[in-house]
């Protein structure tokens, strides 16, 4: 599960590279089944049409890897401020480049087709997204996907300072029994949002997908150290007895099943290495790429053949734009992640983060 080098986690990156493709395919199968039917294996069919469940995969990811790189921080204000900084510089460039390419390609689409039907964003809306608040203020997301963004940056901001106050309270305060109180009742607040959604919730608020990022910080304290899978498997249960006394469909256990997988790849040299695959390890490196550009790029591929090519389609053709499609989202993110995402990464690399005394410097976020 450890790379012998350079530091990071393979399996984590082989399964975001999975969370990153069922997105893509899920994205790009719902356009082109605006011009074809039946065109798809029916097995492969049901992948890509729940392909927008990667997007669960990546909350569990993103919750592991975040308890991950702050396990071995100084829990001080000066922590959290860096912390912020630092992930500001790794994601926000990639993805005002996003914004800006998506501005861009609107304003091709009403050039050279205006009888498409297409609205600019509004400055307000434009100037929410620096801030990732564009949800919680109600303006919608220029590129629709960006909802996901949202609540990542609420994610890492409220753990990260949940750390932190929690380590400058009192000693009577930090009791280990209060703090798994406090996480318990969050994590049942999470499960009601989700499942019982209750009136004049905000729109845009992450606590509904807390718990998913919560099940990974848990499991990455439960494969770190033995004797940590208490915490891990109560959580477990407590979401598949919120799935089924709500009658959620069975797909909503994919929570714990991402959790599992990572506990046993943790431990089965064997389950690791299959995540831990070159083609898949690959796609998880570029995959903040490939889910930021994949619907500029390949949904409009797939339209713009739509408009040189009116349906009906046949299934060859259909399956043709696909591939296409995909295998040209792959080539521009991996170009831009080149470009533009990794020497961000190195950039924010530079900002050292305070760590706790007598502690080695920690496997840096993914």
Known sequence: ??????????????????????????????????SASGWLWAPFDWVARNGFLGVDIFFVISGYVIALSVNKGDASPSYFGRFIIRRSIRLDPPYWLAILLELALL????????????????????????????????????????????????????????????????????????????????????????????????????????YQFFVGALTYRAVSAPGRLGALVAAWVAVAVAVVAAGAPVIQFLAIAVSVLLVVASRDLWVGRVLAARPLRYLGIISYSLYLYHSSVGWRFVSLVQQRVPGPWSAPLALGVYLVGILGTIAFSAALWWLIERPCIRLSQRIRLPLRAGTAAPIPPH
């Open 107 to 210: 304003h091709v689409t009403l050039r050279l087709f205006p009888a498409v039907t297409v609205s600019l964003p509004s400055t307000p809306q434009l100037l929410s997204h620096l801030v990732y608040a564009q949800e919680l203020l109600g303006h919608g997301s220029v590129i629709p996907i960006f909802w996901t963004l949202c609540y990542e940056i609420q994610f890492y901001a409220f753990f990260v300072g949940l750390v932190v106050v929690q380590a400058s309270l009192p000693s009577a305060l930090r009791r280990p029994s209060l703090t798994a109180l406090i996480c318990a009742a969050l994590f049942i607040l999470s499960l009601w949002t989700r499942y019982w959604p209750p009136a004049g919730l905000p729109h845009g608020l992450a606590i509904d997908r807390w």
């Open 1 to 34: 599960m450890w790379s012998p080098t350079g530091g990071r986690v393979q399996s984590i990156d082989g399964l975001r590279g999975v969370a990153a493709l069922l997105v893509v395919l899920f994205h790009l199968h719902e356009a082109i089944s605006r």
